[in-house]
């Protein structure tokens, strides 16, 4: 158990819907990153907040945005969904910036779109 | 931008036997970090090992090694004497030391197969 928790282990909806996804991080931790795991574009980042604040961007769609809330869990949300964004969407989490920090991984999201 | 690729989309090994697992990088970087991640059909992501490129030794974790070529952008994963939990999803990762952020770039992955 890596400390990191995410909120539903498994979600199915349909196209044109929208979802959250939620995150704690460790406790102590103030880094938050978004990963996607698909079969099409394998690991990938999409987002990493640090105490709040939006610190890096990878390839997230405009149709995804994240935050980071004073309590330091953070929420992705999906709308519009298409079938090509069902994936595992994981979430990790590091104590700050420090380049030395490890990321720990929560057991992820699995989103399905119908 | 950086881009880590792993050949090899599948690998067997014999139970107890050494198995190496390969991973090249692309970067025009001269430090950085560079991860082997683990993903078991739980696909919980466990890190296995990592490497600092500024340090020539080569890392070790008990029945895990890598060899790091940084001339040759090379990133190896050696499993000793393998056992039946250690069939998963293997990642290759790099992460930068410059930028704002700390994200990881991660290869294709190479599934792992112990036979009995």
């Known amino acids: 158990d890596s400390g990191v928790t995410q909120t539903p282990k498994h979600l199915i909806t349909a196209t044109g819907q929208r979802v959250t996804l939620r995150c704690s991080p460790r406790?102590?931790?103030?880094?938050v990153y978004w990963y996607q795991q698909s079969l099409d574009q394998g690991l990938q980042f999409l987002i990493q907040y640090y105490n709040g604040e939006e610190r890096a961007k990878g390839n997230i769609l405009e149709r995804f945005s994240a935050q980071q809330f004073p309590d330091l869990h953070s929420e992705l949300n999906l709308s519009s969904l298409e079938l090509g964004d069902s994936a595992l969407y994981f979430c990790?989490?590091?104590?700050?910036?420090?380049?030395?920090?490890?990321?720990?991984f929560g057991p992820g999201t699995r989103l399905t779109v119908l | 931008a950086q881009t880590v690729t792993q050949s090899q989309p599948e690998m067997s090994v014999q139970e107890a036997e050494t198995v190496t697992l390969s991973c090249t990088y692309d970067t025009s970087e001269s430090d950085y970090y560079l991860f082997w991640y683990k993903q078991p059909p739980s696909r919980q992501m466990i890190l296995v090992i990592r490497?600092?490129?500024?340090?020539?030794q080569n890392a070790t974790e008990n029945r895990f090694s890598v060899n790091f070529q940084k001339a040759a952008k090379s990133f190896s994963l050696k499993i000793s004497d393998s056992q039946l939990g250690d069939a998963a999803m293997y990642f290759c990762a790099y992460r930068s030391r410059k930028g704002a952020g700390n994200m990881l770039t991660f290869g294709g992955g190479t599934r792992l197969m112990v036979k009995p």
């Open positions: 406790s102590g931790d103030l880094s």
């Open positions: 990790a989490s590091s104590p700050g910036l420090a380049d030395n920090n490890e990321q720990f």
């Open positions: 490497q600092e490129a500024y340090k020539q």
